[in-house]
């Protein structure tokens, strides 16, 4: 059983940056698959970007692409990143992280995905 726990997230001004943090446990962190979702007041729980198992090429949704959002982990430290830079209002938002079935291949949607964490929230004003 994996445990997920985010971190890191709160109130920031347009333009801001944060560094959201996921450390696992229970697992072997490095066979996972990881990825970030966020739920805005309102709407579905959407993808925001995932970094496989092995840590090459991440995925992000067209909502962040071309954005300086990165997402990254730290194998030995059982932990994965977020980092978001030039943060929007509409950035605003639980963000969760979640892991997959080791070994298996980054994917955009939620029903690959078996754990995850309980969320942290992101504010941003305008």
């Known amino acids: 059983q994996v445990q997920l726990v985010e971190s890191g997230g709160g109130l920031v001004q347009a333009g801001g940056s944060l560094r959201l943090s996921c450390a696992a446990s229970g697992g072997t962190f490095s066979s996972y698959t990881m990825a970030w979702f966020r739920q805005a007041p309102g709407k579905e729980r959407e993808f925001v970007a995932a970094?496989?198992?092995?840590?090459?090429?991440?995925?992000y949704a067209d909502s962040v692409k071309g954005r300086p959002f990165t997402i990254s982990r730290d194998n030995a430290k059982s932990t994965m990143y977020l980092q978001m830079s030039s943060l929007k209002p509409e950035d605003t938002a639980d963000y969760y992280c979640a892991a997959r079935t080791p070994y298996y291949t980054s994917s955009p949607l939620r029903k690959d995905y078996t754990y995850w964490g309980q969320g942290t929230q992101v504010t941003v004003s305008s």
């Open positions: 970094i496989s198992w092995s840590g090459g090429s991440p995925h």
